[in-house]
């Protein structure tokens, strides 16, 4: 911890890089439609991105628990991740398509390190006792990217055209390049270096999160909350037509979402003695259920209902996500156990996103119904981990 780098310069890099994070997928989708014209090439795109970050992320957070400083391997990732989307803008109708996607799965391989890569380092930048609150502001910041990106995304094309809002996004992910450059040295990691072999490394980060019971649990409740998350916000454009009208009222309830979670964890940092980690994370999924089945009803009352329990659920979850990770997680492993989190989430919501697709088409009541089954799954799976550790003894940590 440095005391010349403060959480306030964490939080403004943080969020700097998560919008343009959020931004790069609605903009390149628009990008790819417009130089293209077709809906399979700009999907291709956006899920050449998020399939490549199963593999990415671990990777890269075995590379940043071994760095003594992890801020230049983190603005190195930024760079490559800003420079990729530029690359696709301009390769987009110039090259072969499966060439373009390539360079979109190489961003996607960096892709973590927006996320769990800046996460992971938020103990060495405050105080043990400051780690409750800060936990909340970093959440926060995930939520006013989930916000602000979409929204900045069609604004700036529909102003200026689909073009300008990818570069916009690069620009935004290189705001945060002198907040990641200076992130403090792990002086630990300096005095001795780790040089075992990375497999090794990796099978520790694996088996960390399978076995440190807690994280077994928050991790199998997160990564089966988010395929349900993933199937509704693919039924939001339809929800959005067949309950309020338009499909475009459907990014309404997308952002009635984040705001609601944004408050959420708002009240959570100012009062961070609220948050019992391991009881919210499978309380958030029933209150996830119960939206989603609020949302099946089609009536546009409980629809709005739902909009505001969803945000409920989904942003102290991530609260409660970060916080368990950063209890349990030994330090040397910590930042892998992060990313390697961040892939399994961003992997389960680009399922769940497919699922519902079709689905929703044939039944959008049925795909919403599934999405709250998921949440059900989520709650129950945690139950019986719960069940389990108490038959072999209390892992102290409850």
């Known amino acids: ?98 060439l373009t996607v390539l360079i979109a799965v190489f961003a996607g391989l960096l892709g973590p390190a927006l996320s769990g890569g800046w996460t992971s380092q938020l103990p060495h930048v405050v105080p043990p006792e400051a780690l409750a609150r800060a936990n909340g502001l970093d959440a926060m910041t995930f939520n ?10 069609g604004a700036v094309a529909a102003l200026v055209g689909a073009a300008a809002g990818v570069i916009v996004a690069a620009v935004l ?53 988010c395929v349900g998350e993933g199937m509704l916000v693919a039924c939001a454009p339809l929800l959005g037509q067949r309950v309020l009208g338009t499909a475009g009222h459907g990014a309404l309830l997308l952002s009635g979402i984040a705001v609601s979670a944004l408050a959420a964890n708002a009240l959570l940092a100012r009062h961070p003695e609220l948050l019992r980690p391991d009881t919210v994370m499978w309380c958030s999924t029933l209150v996830l259920a119960g939206a989603l089945l609020l949302a099946a009803t089609g009536r546009p009352t409980l629809l709005i209902a739902a909009v505001v329990l969803t945000g409920i659920g989904e942003g102290p979850q991530l609260t409660a996500l970060f916080a368990v990770r950063h209890r349990e997680a030994p330090e040397r492993l910590r930042g892998q156990i992060f990313t390697t989190g961040a892939s ?32 059900l799954l989520a709650a129950l799976s945690c139950a019986l981990l719960w069940r389990e550790a108490e038959h072999k003894g209390s892992d102290g940590n409850e």
Do not use: N
């Open 173 to 225: 992910i290189c705001l945060a390049l002198p907040a990641a450059w200076a992130l403090p040295v792990t002086r630990e990691r300096e005095q001795a270096r780790i040089r075992t072999p990375v497999g090794t490394d990796l099978t520790a980060g694996f088996r960390a999160i399978l076995h440190i019971r807690p994280l077994a649990r928050a991790t199998t409740v997160s990564v089966i909350s």
């Open 144 to 153: 006013a990217a989930g916000l602000a990106g979409p929204a900045l995304a």
């Open 1 to 98: 911890m440095t005391k010349s780098y403060t959480l306030g310069r964490y939080t403004a890099g943080a969020a700097a890089a998560r919008t343009g994070d959020e931004m790069s997928g609605p903009a390149l989708l628009l990008a790819g439609l417009a130089v293209t014209g077709s809906a399979a090439v700009a999907s291709s795109l956006l899920a050449g991105i998020m399939i490549a970050a199963a593999v990415g992320g671990p990777l890269f957070g075995v590379l940043l628990d071994r760095s003594a400083r992890p801020g230049r391997l983190l603005t190195g990732a930024l760079t490559g991740y800003a420079s990729a989307l530029v690359v696709i803008l301009i390769a987009l109708g110039r090259i072969p398509i499966a």
């Open 344 to 375: 399994l989430k961003l992997t389960a919501f680009a399922v769940g996103a497919a699922i519902a697709g079709p689905l929703a088409v044939r039944s959008l009541p049925g795909a919403l119904l599934t999405a709250a089954a998921c949440q």
